[in-house]
Each structure stands twice: as structure tokens, then as C-alpha cells.
């Protein structure tokens, strides 16, 4: 549950920063120079090995540099324009003497299954998040795999394995 929650307030503080309070600083494509620091910082990671996916070249990227205790950058980075129906990840950075440090990543993988929660509809969805320091709640230097919805092939709020959860992402993709 500790995962969940963590992925909760991920996804909260997401909304606000798109929600216009001016936190971001509107959205971009990752050709743009601003975001060259933070593409640095990525690819000095072998995300692959860690399980993250890679990111289109046409994705939609909000940036938020708002130094805080937590990190100084936040990429939102979305696989399409439609924003939540398609795969998207808040990437956050430290700020460097030469630029950005990659510290942690939170993927969302949207499933096309909707059920009932506290009354609201939810879609179903695989989050997979690796953190280098440990201050979202999850173990660090280690992929956490979970899913939440109505799927009893997995277990909602359960650790799971990416090859648990690789085939229904190939599924989910073909449904969408």
C-alpha cells in the first residue's frame, strides 16, 4: 500500500501542476534547448536496464523547475497528446554545478478496464517507478511494478515483476 500511496500523491501533485496554478511552464516537445540539461541527466541512465520505457520523440513535456527539498526539476512527460490516455511519467532532477542529476522516475501505463472507486470511475493502471533516494517511500536503487484496478490477474497494491505485468502491457497496447 505504501507504493500506492506514493503513486497517489504522484498523480495529485501532477494535476496541480497542470491544473494552470503556474507552477509549470507550459507544455514543449523534447527538441526544445530548455530541456537539454534534463535529457543530459536521462541519458547518463540506462533507464532500459531499469525497466523504464523508452520515450517518443514527439511526446508532450511540461517542465517545472521549482527547487525544493525534494528535487529542483520535474519533467511531465506524456506519450500523447490526449495527456492521460497514453503512457506518462514525472521525471525528477537535482540541480548540478553543470546541470541536472536524474534522481527518480514514476511511469504510468493507463489499461483500458474503468471500475468504481470511493464512487469516482478509475482506469485501471501499471505503475513502475525506480528512485535513487528512497524519499518517495519506495526502497531505493530498486524498480518497484505494482497495478491498481479490477484485473484478478494481478494483485491490486501488490509488488509485482515486470514479467508479470509485460504481457498485459503488450495487451493493454494493442486495445488502445
Same mark, same amino acid.
Given at each position: 500500500? $505504501?507504493?500506492?500511496?506514493? *503513486? *497517489?500523491?504522484?498523480?495529485?501533485? !501532477?494535476? !496541480?501542476?497542470?491544473?494552470?496554478?503556474? *507552477?509549470?511552464?507550459?507544455?514543449?516537445?523534447?527538441? /526544445?534547448?530548455?530541456?537539454?540539461?534534463?535529457?543530459?541527466?536521462? #541519458?547518463?541512465?540506462?533507464?532500459? #536496464?531499469?525497466?523504464?520505457?523508452?520515450?517518443?520523440?514527439? #511526446?508532450?513535456?511540461?517542465? @517545472?523547475?521549482?527547487?525544493?527539498?525534494? +528535487? @529542483?526539476? %520535474?519533467?511531465?512527460? *506524456? /506519450?500523447?497528446?490526449?495527456?492521460? +490516455?497514453?503512457?506518462?511519467?514525472?521525471?525528477?532532477?537535482? $540541480?548540478?554545478?553543470?546541470?541536472?542529476?536524474?534522481?527518480? =522516475?514514476?511511469?504510468?501505463?493507463?489499461?483500458?478496464? &474503468?471500475?468504481?472507486?470511493?464512487?469516482?470511475?478509475?482506469?485501471?493502471?501499471?505503475?513502475?517507478?525506480?528512485?535513487? %533516494?528512497?524519499?518517495?517511500?519506495? &526502497?531505493?536503487?530498486?524498480? +518497484?511494478?505494482?497495478?491498481?484496478?479490477? /484485473?484478478?490477474?494481478?494483485?491490486?497494491? $501488490?509488488?509485482? %515483476?515486470?514479467? =508479470? !505485468?509485460?504481457?498485459?502491457?503488450?495487451?493493454?497496447?494493442? $486495445?488502445?
Amino acid at each position: 500500500m $505504501k507504493t500506492r500511496r506514493a *503513486f *497517489f500523491l504522484i498523480e495529485l501533485l !501532477v494535476a !496541480v501542476f497542470l491544473s494552470g496554478c503556474g *507552477f509549470a511552464t507550459g507544455k514543449d516537445l523534447l527538441s /526544445d534547448p530548455k530541456l537539454a540539461p534534463m535529457l543530459q541527466a536521462m #541519458a547518463a541512465v540506462d533507464r532500459a #536496464a531499469l525497466g523504464l520505457t523508452p520515450i517518443p520523440t514527439n #511526446a508532450l513535456v511540461y517542465l @517545472d523547475i521549482h527547487p525544493g527539498a525534494r +528535487h @529542483d526539476a %520535474t519533467l511531465v512527460v *506524456f /506519450d500523447t497528446s490526449a495527456r492521460y +490516455h497514453g503512457v506518462y511519467r514525472n521525471i525528477e532532477f537535482r $540541480k548540478t554545478a553543470t546541470g541536472y542529476t536524474w534522481l527518480r =522516475e514514476f511511469e504510468t501505463h493507463p489499461g483500458p478496464r &474503468t471500475f468504481t472507486q470511493s464512487g469516482h470511475t478509475a482506469h485501471e493502471e501499471i505503475f513502475i517507478s525506480y528512485d535513487t %533516494t528512497g524519499i518517495s517511500g519506495v &526502497t531505493p536503487n530498486k524498480l +518497484h511494478v505494482s497495478y491498481h484496478g479490477p /484485473d484478478s490477474r494481478m494483485v491490486s497494491g $501488490k509488488e509485482l %515483476t515486470l514479467d =508479470e !505485468v509485460g504481457p498485459i502491457l503488450i495487451e493493454w497496447s494493442q $486495445k488502445h
